[in-house]
């Protein structure tokens, strides 16, 4: 109020699980002409005691008196009432709550409650720690400081502890349903009741998701020193990558006085599968003994993770002879996908032979492997070739030959034209010309007038070359 003293009234209720109409308070003077109370209630805390690294929740209550003996307060409202919780060790609120509460305008005998989620220390001391709060209004803006809270901490020293978690299979496989075996043990000497086990992996950052059960298992009571094993059904999203993955877990329950006791923790899964790959001689030469060609083999990737730092070898055998590198780093090699590797080589065998090779690469979690194969490449016998009219490497193709000399006897021709006009142009022209009529001279150098004069033209044909 405007006008009035603001007689700050502090009621802390220490351990209570229900709401304590007796309360203590502590009264602040501002010494103003009027007074106006308001106090601010401990209604609970649970668990109580609470403990060193555990979160508690905090029941508190900002209320106005209905009357005054120095003033009839039904006449005014205390305006734009905030509270902020003072962080102070070993207290400080849950990750993402506000420190400020915005009570708001409250008139003569109004009340509101609010609840805080508090962590405690994991080093607190046990006995009384102290909690505190300011008060700010419209009339004292500045702030007011409350008297201290006492919280009392207590160590626990036997709890449900997480003694294992199993998967099985060790690394879950996308689209592959798994079992997940989480173990309790009962520390305590007494039974713990109510106990349940909940697997947080709402978030789309954790690609699992239970299979044909729910994502929370219950025990109704565990004896003193028991253990239990929750067992979960679980399916791994099949576009997963592999990888590992931080599954959090919300462990609750009750003692045998009734108290709720809160475990959050995570556990990792490691998500992958083994390595699946395919083999095969994509492209090859026609080979003959003593034959020299190319051959082109690719390497698959048909499993659902990617593979890494993959390189391939060809190795050395006594049915071929490797012509130039013999290796290739082929790089990362995703799920679904292909590389090829091209060699040079020279074949002894006369039979068909088997090229033997090598790969190296890493998984997901940098694991190296080795795996060895062989593709059969076939060996062809002269007979064989021209059955099947095939372009045979075994004596060098003849159409290679037939290129070859094309292109010199262009150049040749080209040479001659330059030499008579001086321009490049105009010489490639003729040249390219004179290659066009190739084959109509030589159907005509075998005419039997023509053939007599063959060892003159060799003998110009060399002169001119000089």
């Given at each position: 109020?405007?006008?009035?003293?603001?007689?700050?009234?502090?009621?802390?209720?220490?351990?209570?699980?229900?709401?304590?109409?007796s309360?203590?308070?502590v009264?602040?003077?501002?010494?103003?002409s009027?007074?106006?109370?308001?106090?601010?209630?401990?209604?609970?805390?649970?668990?109580?005691?609470?403990?060193?690294?555990?979160?508690?929740?905090l029941w508190?209550?900002?209320?106005?008196?209905?009357?005054?003996?120095?003033?009839?307060?039904?006449?005014?409202?205390?305006?734009?009432?905030?509270?902020e919780?003072?962080e102070?060790?070993?207290?400080?609120?849950?990750?993402?709550?506000d420190?400020?509460?915005?009570?708001?305008?409250?008139?003569?005998?109004?009340?509101v409650?609010?609840?805080?989620?508090?962590?405690?220390?994991?080093?607190?001391?046990?006995?009384?720690?102290?909690?505190?709060?300011?008060?700010?209004?419209?009339?004292?803006?500045?702030?007011?400081?409350t008297?201290?809270?006492?919280?009392?901490?207590q160590?626990?020293?036997?709890?449900?502890?997480?003694?294992?978690?199993?998967?099985?299979?060790?690394?879950?496989?996308?689209?592959?349903?798994?079992?997940?075996?989480?173990t309790?043990?009962?520390?305590?000497?007494?039974?713990?009741?109510?106990?349940?086990?909940v697997?947080?992996?709402?978030?789309?950052?954790?690609?699992?998701?239970?299979?044909?059960?729910?994502?929370?298992?219950s025990?109704?009571?565990?004896?003193?020193?028991?253990?239990?094993?929750?067992?979960?059904?679980?399916?791994?999203?099949?576009?997963?990558?592999?990888?590992v993955?931080?599954?959090?877990?919300?462990?609750?329950?009750?003692?045998?006085?009734?108290?709720?006791?809160?475990?959050?923790?995570?556990?990792?899964?490691?998500?992958?599968?083994?390595?699946?790959?395919?083999?095969?001689?994509?492209?090859?030469?026609?080979?003959?003994?003593?034959g020299?060609?190319?051959?082109?083999?690719?390497?698959?990737?048909?499993?659902?993770?990617?593979?890494?730092?993959m390189?391939?070898?060809?190795?050395?055998?006594?049915?071929?002879?490797?012509?130039?590198?013999?290796?290739?780093?082929?790089?990362?090699l995703?799920?679904d996908?292909?590389?090829?590797?091209t060699?040079?080589?020279?074949?002894?065998?006369?039979?068909?032979?088997?090229?033997?090779?090598?790969?190296?690469?890493?998984?997901?979690?940098?694991?190296?492997?080795?795996?060895?194969?062989?593709v059969?490449?076939?060996?062809?016998?002269?007979?064989?070739?021209?059955?099947?009219?095939?372009?045979?490497?075994?004596?060098?193709?003849?159409?290679?030959?037939?290129?070859?000399?094309?292109?010199?006897?262009?150049?040749?021709?080209?040479?001659?034209?330059?030499?008579?006009?001086?321009?490049?142009?105009?010489?490639?022209?003729?040249?390219?010309?004179?290659?066009?009529?190739?084959?109509?001279?030589?159907?005509?150098?075998?005419?039997?007038?023509?053939?007599?004069?063959?060892?003159?033209?060799?003998?110009?044909?060399?002169k001119?070359?000089q």
């Amino acid at each position: 109020m405007k006008r009035g003293i603001i007689l700050f009234i502090l009621m802390f209720l220490l351990v209570a699980s229900i709401v304590s109409a007796s309360t203590s308070s502590v009264i602040i003077d501002t010494s103003k002409s009027n007074v106006v109370d308001v106090k601010l209630k401990i209604m609970k805390y649970t668990p109580a005691p609470v403990a060193p690294g555990e979160y508690f929740d905090l029941w508190v209550a900002v209320e106005t008196d209905e009357s005054s003996s120095t003033s009839i307060v039904s006449q005014d409202d205390v305006d734009n009432i905030e509270l902020e919780f003072l962080e102070n060790y070993p207290f400080t609120l849950k990750e993402g709550e506000d420190t400020v509460w915005d009570v708001g305008d409250l008139g003569p005998g109004e009340q509101v409650i609010k609840k805080f989620v508090v962590r405690v220390a994991d080093d607190a001391p046990a006995g009384d720690n102290e909690l505190r709060f300011i008060y700010t209004s419209e009339d004292d803006p500045n702030g007011v400081y409350t008297p201290y809270l006492d919280i009392n901490v207590q160590e626990i020293e036997a709890t449900l502890n997480v003694d294992s978690i199993v998967s099985e299979p060790e690394i879950l496989v996308p689209g592959k349903i798994a079992e997940l075996d989480i173990t309790v043990n009962n520390g305590a000497t007494s039974a713990y009741k109510n106990i349940d086990v909940v697997l947080a992996i709402d978030s789309v950052d954790v690609p699992i998701v239970p299979y044909k059960s729910s994502k929370e298992k219950s025990l109704s009571l565990l004896g003193a020193g028991e253990d239990y094993t929750f067992n979960f059904e679980i399916i791994v999203e099949e576009d997963a990558e592999a990888g590992v993955y931080k599954i959090p877990m919300n462990i609750s329950y009750q003692n045998s006085n009734g108290t709720e006791f809160i475990k959050q923790d995570t556990f990792g899964i490691m998500i992958g599968a083994e390595a699946d790959l395919s083999f095969n001689l994509e492209d090859f030469d026609t080979f003959q003994e003593g034959g020299k060609g190319e051959i082109v083999v690719s390497v698959s990737n048909i499993g659902p993770t990617e593979l890494k730092f993959m390189n391939i070898e060809l190795l050395e055998d006594e049915d071929y002879v490797i012509i130039g590198a013999n290796k290739e780093y082929l790089g990362n090699l995703d799920s679904d996908d292909f590389e090829t590797s091209t060699y040079d080589i020279f074949v002894n065998a006369e039979d068909d032979t088997e090229l033997n090779f090598k790969v190296t690469y890493k998984d997901a979690y940098n694991e190296e492997y080795e795996e060895e194969f062989s593709v059969s490449l076939p060996v062809y016998t002269r007979s064989e070739v021209a059955k099947y009219e095939l372009d045979s490497n075994g004596t060098r193709s003849i159409i290679k030959y037939i290129c070859y000399l094309l292109i010199i006897l262009f150049i040749y021709f080209s040479y001659k034209a330059w030499r008579i006009e001086k321009k490049l142009d105009v010489a490639a022209k003729k040249g390219l010309v004179e290659l066009i009529k190739l084959p109509f001279r030589i159907i005509l150098i075998f005419r039997p007038s023509r053939i007599k004069l063959w060892p003159n033209k060799i003998g110009k044909f060399f002169k001119s070359l000089q």
